[in-house]
């Protein structure tokens, strides 16, 4: 059965850090590109970070830009997600996103979609 799981996801205070992990089965992740997507409460989903397929570079938006990182472990099948000097805007639930081949991580483009991971940024 192919699926990505999100883990990581959890209740933190303004400031402090959490990582998300993208763990994928049936299918090796490192063909995909990767995006970290974020739906806030009454907004669309919208993606703030991704990186390309086999060695792609990593982007990110400027919200997120110098706090969070994104990484892969092929070994393990996995992306990560590092979340630094978290904020309370950064509250919402967290989705990864598969893109077979691809470069960048278009919302309508991906191929597969995790069931996502809460994340709580309040003090």
């Known amino acids: 059965q192919l699926q990505l799981v999100e883990s990581g996801g959890g209740l933190v205070q303004p400031g402090g850090s959490l990582r998300l992990s993208c763990a994928a089965s049936g299918f090796t992740l490192d063909y995909y590109a990767i995006g970290w997507f974020r739906q806030a409460p009454g907004k669309e989903r919208e993606v703030f970070s991704c990186i390309g397929s086999i060695g792609g570079s990593t982007n990110y938006a400027d919200s997120v830009k110098g706090r969070f990182t994104i990484s892969r472990d092929n070994a393990k099948n996995t992306v990560y997600l590092q979340m630094n000097n978290l904020k309370p805007e950064d509250t919402g639930v967290y989705y990864c996103?598969?893109?077979?081949?691809?470069?960048?991580?278009?919302?309508?483009?991906?191929?597969?979609w995790g069931k996502g991971t809460l994340v709580t940024v309040s003090s």
């Open positions: 996103a598969a893109n077979y081949l691809g470069l960048s991580c278009p919302r309508g483009g991906m191929n597969y």
